[in-house]
């Protein structure tokens, strides 16, 4: 059974980098990127997500964050900040997607479900697996059937 993903893969046909069109204030959630620059970000359906880092285009400072929405239309990613390294981020700082940083590669990681037979069953919600007791009762009054 494959577990329904919440970490918003990147398409090859996109580069995962956008810029920003406006400065960004210090608790800042929502950026404003330069036209058509959301079209490089994956689309994200609802609960969908991923991980970017914002490198600020004065300084050397980054910010690590979670983007929990991209609208194509406007141009604007909403985002959860998860470390802050910049006071205040300025326009044309990067926003890039990515995959191979600890938590990212922990929550795709998370999603890959493990093979299971029954009547073992896995839940994705909660990442366990249970034992059907129905399922075991069936298998020993009919040890041939193999469920």
Known sequence: MACPGTYAELPCSMTGVAYLAQAVSPGGTVYQLQRNHAQQLPTLDAGQYFYASV???????????????????????????????????????????ESCTVPAIRDIAR???PAVEWPLIYDCATHTIRLDCQGVTEMVANPCSGG
Do not use: F, H, K
């Not at 285009?57 to 406007?74: F, G, I, K, L, W």
């Not at 990613?77 to 470390?83: A, D, G, H, R, W």
């Open 111 to 113: 999603e890959a479900a």
């Open 55 to 97: 490198q600020d285009a004065c300084t050397d400072c980054c910010d690590q964050v979670r983007v929990v929405a991209v609208d194509r239309e406007t141009d604007q990613v909403t985002v959860e900040v998860l470390s802050r390294g910049c006071g205040c981020l300025s326009s044309n700082s990067r926003l890039r997607y």
